[in-house]
């Protein structure tokens, strides 16, 4: 099991920048994949962009190419996901997630019903 704990949320203005942390703990975070959702209220978690434990594989919404990053560094134990060019509809609260160990397929990873851990969810608003 890995415990995630999210960081670096708050307001910022339309077309403008914020990079969230996800600080880990816990033995299989080294070999485990790494999510980023977001979730505004009364809908289900949208995928936003995931890294394999390896960090060398990245996956991103289509929404979100170009525009939002995702890195990780296993020697901090922390995935980050930096966000540049906010929209105001990305206004959600985002949430790091950790599939069971191995979960490689990209299906799989953008499928929220897949994940069991998760960090408790920091809130991004983009004014616009």
């Known amino acids: 099991q890995v415990q995630l704990v999210e960081s670096g949320g708050g307001l910022v203005q339309a077309g403008g920048s914020l990079r969230l942390s996800c600080a880990a703990s816990?033995?299989?975070?080294?070999?485990?994949?790494i999510t980023w959702f977001r979730q505004v209220p009364g809908k289900e978690p949208a995928f936003v962009a995931a890294i394999l434990n390896s960090g060398d594989s990245t996956v991103y919404a289509d929404s979100v190419k170009g525009r939002f990053t995702i890195s990780r560094s296993n020697t901090n134990n922390t995935v980050y996901l930096q966000m540049d060019s906010l929209k105001p509809e990305e206004t959600a609260v985002y949430r790091c997630?950790?599939?069971?160990?191995?979960?490689?397929?990209?299906?799989?990873?953008?499928?929220?019903?897949?994940?069991?851990?998760w960090g408790q969810g920091i809130q991004v608003t983009v004014s616009a």
């Open positions: 816990g033995s299989t975070f080294s070999r485990s994949s």
């Open positions: 997630a950790a599939p069971p160990v191995g979960t490689r397929h990209r299906v799989a990873l953008m499928n929220w019903k897949v994940y069991r851990s």
